[in-house]
């Protein structure tokens, strides 16, 4: 996979910013309608889209935090970097104080806790204590 040691969701934060400040883009503007039963439907914003991109990178994430190599460490450090930036982004920055940042921010924290998590399980699962008796031919 050749995207070892980058972060993922940092393409939805990303179009965030671009879209937030080069275009000046609100967040709520309907894109397109879902069609539901009764003759309902449901609206579909350009915020609900870029959280719906962050989901689905945020399950790739999940699927590369699964291997085990020196390069998956480098990785969950850019992502908490990238965790971190977004913080102070949220903060600091008031056109990021909206829904949809807020819920980037949350799949990051998760995309963080998770690939840790994982991380470390599978770790658990793969190392092998061999005992010294164990290795004895007559044993």
Not at 62 to 86: E, G, N, W
Request: aromatic share 10%.
């Amino acid at each position: 996979m050749y995207l070892i040691a980058f972060p993922l969701l940092l393409i939805p934060f990303a179009l965030y910013l671009m879209a937030a400040y080069l275009l000046d883009m609100n967040f709520d503007t309907k894109v397109f309608s879902v069609p539901l039963l009764a003759g309902r439907s449901m609206a579909v914003s350009t915020g609900d889209l870029l959280v719906l991109l962050g989901i689905v990178l945020l399950y790739l994430e999940i699927l590369k935090a699964t291997r085990l190599a020196s390069r998956a460490i480098m990785d969950h450090i850019l992502s908490f970097v990238l965790f971190i930036v977004m913080i102070v982004v949220f903060i600091a920055v008031p056109r990021a104080a909206s829904a949809t940042f807020l819920m980037l921010l949350a799949l990051s924290c998760v995309d963080v806790l998770g690939g840790f998590t994982v991380t470390i399980r599978t770790a658990q699962r793969d190392i092998a204590v061999d005992r010294p008796e164990h290795l004895a031919p007559g044993a």
